[in-house]
C-alpha cells in the first residue's frame, strides 16, 4: 500500500490496484502538487462537505466515473448531480473491492456554501478509517479533540494517521498531539495546516511533541509504504 500526502487534507492511497482519493482539494489549493487533469482517481472518500476538502470531487468523479462515498446527505446531494455514490453513517462500516471504509465521529462544522449564499445542510462531519492489505489508515478530517479517540485507537490499531494541526477551524499543535496518544498510531503525518493565514503552524514543531519516531512530516507529493 503507497499512502501519499497532496496539501492541506489532501491524501492519496494506492492499494489492490485502486486509485483511492480522500479530500480532493485541488483547485485553489497552493499547497498541493496536483493537478486536476493528471489525477485519475477510481475512488473518492469525502471527510465533509466544506469547499477545501469537497473540491474537486464533482469533476474528477464525472471524468472518471470514480466511486463517491461520503456521509448520506452528501452521497445524495452528489448523487443527484449525476455521481455514483455510496452513502455512509459515522459508526458505520463496508466492504468495498478495495477495502473496508469506517466513518469515525469528528468535531467540526458542516454545510455546502452556495453562490446564492445559501447553506446546504451536510450531514455530520467524519473521520475515515481504510483498512487494505492488512493495514489501517486513519484521517482524521476536521476535528477537534475528544476523548473517544481512545476508543478509535483501541478497536482500530492503526498503522498511520493523519490528524489536522491548524488550530482556528480543528485541533491546534498541542490538542493533536493528545490526540495522537490516545490513538496510538505506529504513524503521525500533520495536515490542514499553512494553506491559510488563521491555520499557520509549524508541522516540525509539532512532530518533536510526539513520542521518538512516531511523526513525519510530508511535503506534497511525498509518499509512505505501508
Do not use: C
Amino acid at each position: 500500500m503507497k499512502v501519499s500526502y497532496h496539501g492541506h487534507s489532501v491524501v492519496k492511497i494506492e492499494t489492490n490496484g485502486k486509485t483511492i482519493l480522500i479530500d480532493p482539494f485541488i483547485t485553489g489549493n497552493d499547497l498541493t502538487d496536483l493537478k486536476v487533469g493528471d489525477v485519475k482517481p477510481d475512488v473518492i472518500i469525502l471527510t465533509h462537505a466544506h469547499g477545501d476538502h469537497l473540491g474537486d470531487t464533482v469533476e474528477l468523479a464525472k471524468k472518471h466515473d470514480a466511486l463517491v462515498i461520503a456521509n448520506f446527505e452528501v452521497a445524495t446531494y452528489l448523487s443527484w448531480k449525476g455521481l455514483n455514490t455510496h452513502g455512509m453513517s459515522i459508526g458505520g462500516a463496508y466492504e468495498f473491492d478495495f477495502g473496508k471504509v469506517k466513518m469515525t465521529p469528528a468535531f467540526h462544522g458542516t454545510g455546502m456554501i452556495t453562490e446564492n449564499n445559501e447553506i446546504i445542510y451536510g450531514g455530520m462531519p467524519a473521520g475515515i478509517l481504510l483498512m487494505a492489505e492488512g493495514k489501517t489508515v486513519f484521517h482524521a478530517g476536521d476535528t477537534g479533540l475528544f476523548s473517544d479517540m481512545k476508543l478509535i485507537g483501541e478497536r482500530h490499531p492503526i498503522d498511520l494517521a493523519f490528524l489536522p494541526i491548524g488550530d482556528n477551524f480543528t485541533m491546534g499543535p498541542e490538542d493533536a498531539a493528545l490526540a495522537a496518544e490516545f490513538l496510538d498510531a505506529k504513524q503521525v503525518v500533520p495536515i490542514h495546516f499553512n494553506t491559510f493565514p488563521p491555520i499557520k503552524q509549524d508541522p516540525h514543531a509539532f512532530v518533536k511533541m510526539l513520542k521518538k519516531n512516531k511523526g513525519t512530516v510530508l511535503e506534497a507529493g511525498e509518499a509512505i509504504e505501508l
